[in-house]
T-cell receptor, first 111, second 114 residues
Framework: ELKVEQNPLFLSMQEGKNYTIYCNYSTTSDRLYWYRQDPGKSLESLFVLLSNGAVKQEGRLMASLDTKARLSTLHITAAVHDLSATYFCAVRETSGSRLTFGEGTQLTVNP | DVKVTQSSRYLVKRTGEKVFLECVQDMDHENMFWYRQDPGLGLRLIYFSYDVKMKEKGDIPEGYSVSREKKERFSLILESASTNQTSMYLC?????????????FGPGTRLTVL
């Protein structure tokens, strides 16, 4: 059974600081997804990582994937208040289309 | 842009009622999914469907059933609602083939069972 763990689950940081969210998964996978959820809203896709060593960047967010370590990171650079949200990673099993989600990391960026 | 819509944003029902949650997508996606989201538990898959009239159990199917009579529509049914089914319900769809197969989510239905 595929398990996905994120840490930290709660993150409070100051504007301008850097931080990393970690996503570990338990079995072989060939796809990893990062989503963002604003309070009361649905999930919005951020990144899709397709292979070992993949790196994607959008603004102050950068995601990477190490399939050998079964680890993905979401790095936040010089955080701003608008990044406050809950971030989920999700892993697709090697076959099929279903995803297993992590518990989510609730990020609060304080002025 | 892919659009996934859900029939209600908020719903209040009484224990024992039959509840229908509807989801419609407009991008001809083969796959559709129903999740529930609860604080501290992330998203948990209830059921999914990879084709019309096909369905597969997810991780927490007990107390739920689904129907997919048309490709664009996937319904979640609570046969006899209970208070522990109070939750946020999210529908998603994705292509059945292709490299990425990203899931696109609807706005969610917040269901309260009294």
């Amino acid at each position: 059974e595929l398990k996905v763990e994120q840490n930290p689950l709660f993150l409070s940081m100051q504007e301008g600081k850097n931080y990393t969210i970690y996503c570990n998964y338990s079995t072989t996978s060939d796809r990893l997804y990062w989503y963002r959820q604003d309070p009361g809203k649905s999930l919005e896709s951020l990144f899709v990582l397709l292979s070992n060593g993949a790196v994607k960047q959008e603004g102050r967010l950068m995601a990477s994937l190490d399939t050998k370590a079964r680890l993905s990171t979401l790095h936040i650079t010089a955080a701003v208040h608008d990044l406050s949200a809950t971030y989920f990673c999700a892993v697709r099993e090697t076959s099929g289309s279903r995803l297993t989600f992590g518990e989510g990391t609730q990020l609060t960026v304080n002025p | 842009d892919v659009k996934v819509t859900q029939s209600s944003r908020y719903l209040v029902k009484r224990t024992g009622e039959k509840v229908f949650l509807e989801c419609v997508q407009d991008m001809d996606h083969e796959n559709m999914f129903w999740y529930r989201q609860d604080p501290g538990l992330g998203l948990r898959l209830i059921y999914f469907s990879y084709d019309v009239k096909m369905k597969e159990k997810g991780d927490i199917p007990e107390g739920y059933s689904v129907s997919r009579e048309k490709k664009e529509r996937f319904s979640l049914i609570l046969e006899s609602a209970s208070t522990n089914q109070t939750s946020m319900y999210l529908c998603a769809s994705s292509p059945g083939t292709g490299l990425i197969r990203k899931q696109f989510f609807g706005p969610g239905t917040r269901l309260t069972v009294l």
